[in-house]
């Protein structure tokens, strides 16, 4: 496969505000052993009955870091998609996520910064019951798109209309509400 043959996600100038993905994850103890045992994670509050029977819990918990990997897995997969790099991320987990917990995690684009080629995306999860159970914050750098020469070589990354802007001497658009550097 060559690298015209990769699919990237959406570029700065194809993702807006309101851009949206809704997914459904079943988290199950394959997955949380999977977890484990990559990571050499023997927390019992993750994995023994017996131990987290005696804590507020009462049952083994999903992994924190696991449900970043899924919100990350996902935004790698399709919002913006495949060539985003997430730069931050802030993870709320409002109520224990328990193994075999069915979640929808709702995805949203609530800020585009053309400048910088990041978005934020805001994250909420809900059980089968519609109670909320987490929420984060992503903040993303899309890809560029690859831009080849006539013998399919990569010439370079897509430039965007900012990059090209300033090479002519325009200013950037001002930023709304008050952000500043």
Known sequence: MGLKD???????????????????????????????????????????????????FHKPIVPTVLLVGILTSNVSKHLPGPGSHIVDVSL???EPIYHNSTITFN???????????????????????????????????????????????VIMNERTEVEENADKGVNPPSMADGDSE
Do not use: C, W
Request: proline share 2%.
């Open 6 to 56: 990769i699919k990237l996600g959406k570029s700065i100038d194809e993702i807006q505000e309101g851009d949206s993905l809704t997914v459904t994850e079943i988290i199950e103890d394959k997955d949380i052993l999977l977890y484990l045992g990559l990571t050499n994670d023997g927390n019992p509050l993750y994995i023994q009955h017996d131990y987290s029977q005696t804590t507020r």
């Open 107 to 153: 995805f949203e684009v609530e800020r585009v910064d053309e400048r910088r080629e990041q978005v934020t995306i805001s994250v909420v999860g809900t059980n089968m019951e519609n109670e909320r159970v987490l929420d984060a914050e992503l903040i993303v750098e899309t890809p560029r798109k690859l831009i080849f020469d006539e013998e399919e070589n």
């Open 92 to 94: 709320n987990v409002i």
